[in-house]
């Protein structure tokens, strides 16, 4: 949730001839991002004759996949797909600010900051669209495991993209942004707002679906990479054993029906990564054994989410899964952005 106050906020100067005391009023505004039962300062911005961001601070959250078809592939070599798509606490931070030329950096060895990182090209797509010169400093906090599945450069980029929105105060819509996404990645347009939706075409036309119930999930990624462009290149339908009930999905959610919602689940790339990588099917197996309601893999893999429902249980997964080399994480499903509710405040300048 986003607040915005508006306080006027009391300085006291004194003068160098007289001595005297002056008061200097100064609108001060303070934006507060509410998440997980925790207030954050989300950016303090002070100026009596306007506002000044110095620095933006963006929470990038992992998506999941509640189910995955792939209906056919398109003239244009991307595939038809229909999926419910659902973002989840794990989390990178971002942090904006402005600085010389435009750099990205990273806190994992594993993943470049330069020009080929999505964060980097959000920030050169927008200031091209915008007419802005990029002189940005991107700082990226990985949490989000690498190339596991999970849109964790996807949501990197859209948050680079609502940062300098604010930053640049370019006042776009959602939908806007949504729009420019699309230009990077198919998963990039969910990321801007996350919570659930129904994703269609190649990921991009997205629909709002009814918020999901919070789930407690255990996130399991072996180490392994999985390209996405190699899942799909070797997706065939005859290889298809089950397909997710997305319509079933959707019901679910307007009924707030969570039974009906966990075995409509699925995801058909399951027939292309699972047999490439069989440690995927191991990693639900065990998580069904440890009491797990459901068990998929996300995306293109290759990570596997648990649903739990209990914190019990969580343990019990995380217990029979030590065995396995993974990395891991508890977690829950997480609702919508609230970042472009325009809010209305009075000014309290006096």
Not at 76 to 91: A, K
Not at 123 to 150: D, Q
Not at 220 to 245: C, H, I, M, S
Request: glycine content about 8%.
């Amino acid at each position: 949730m986003l607040w915005v106050i508006e306080i006027s906020k009391i300085f006291e100067k004194k003068t160098e001839n007289t001595n005297k005391t002056e008061k200097i009023y100064k609108n001060v505004r303070i934006i507060l991002r509410l998440h997980a039962k925790q207030d954050k300062i989300y950016c303090i911005q002070e100026n009596n004759r306007g506002y000044i961001m110095e620095k933006i601070y963006e929470t990038a959250y992992a998506k999941i996949n509640l189910g995955l078809d792939v209906l056919g592939k398109r003239s244009d070599g991307y595939h038809e797909v229909r999926m419910v798509m659902q973002s989840v606490g794990l989390s990178d931070a971002v942090e904006i600010e402005e600085g010389e030329g435009l750099v990205v950096e990273t806190d994992h060895s594993g993943l470049a900051g330069g020009p080929d990182n999505l964060a980097w090209k959000a920030a050169e797509l927008l200031a091209r669209c915008c007419g802005k010169i990029p002189n940005v400093h991107i700082r990226l906090n990985k949490k989000i495991f690498l190339a596991a599945g999970l849109a964790g450069g996807s949501s990197d980029a859209a948050a680079v993209m609502r940062g300098l929105s604010r930053l640049w105060q370019l006042d776009l819509t959602a939908p806007e942004l949504e729009k420019l996404a699309a230009e990077l990645g198919s998963d990039i347009p969910f990321c801007i707002t996350g919570g659930t939706a129904l994703a269609e075409g190649r990921g991009e036309i997205l629909t709002e679906l009814p918020e999901a119930p919070e789930l407690l999930l255990v996130l399991a990624k072996p180490k392994l990479e999985v390209a996405t462009g190699w899942v799909y290149g070797n997706f065939r339908q005859q290889k298809v054993n089950q397909r997710p009930d997305i319509d079933g999905i959707i019901k679910a959610l307007e009924q707030s029906a969570t039974g009906l919602l966990l075995e409509s689940c699925g995801n058909v790339l399951e027939s292309v990564t699972i047999p490439a990588h069989p440690v995927i099917a191991e990693i639900k197996q065990k998580m069904l054994a440890a009491g797990a309601t459901c068990a998929l893999m996300s995306g293109s893999g290759p990570t596997v989410f648990a649903v739990a429902e209990k914190k019990e249980i969580t343990e019990r997964i995380l217990t029979e899964l030590s065995e396995l080399d993974l990395e891991t994480a508890v977690t829950t499903t997480v609702q919508k952005y609230t970042f472009f509710k325009r809010l209305e405040y009075c000014s309290s300048h006096i």
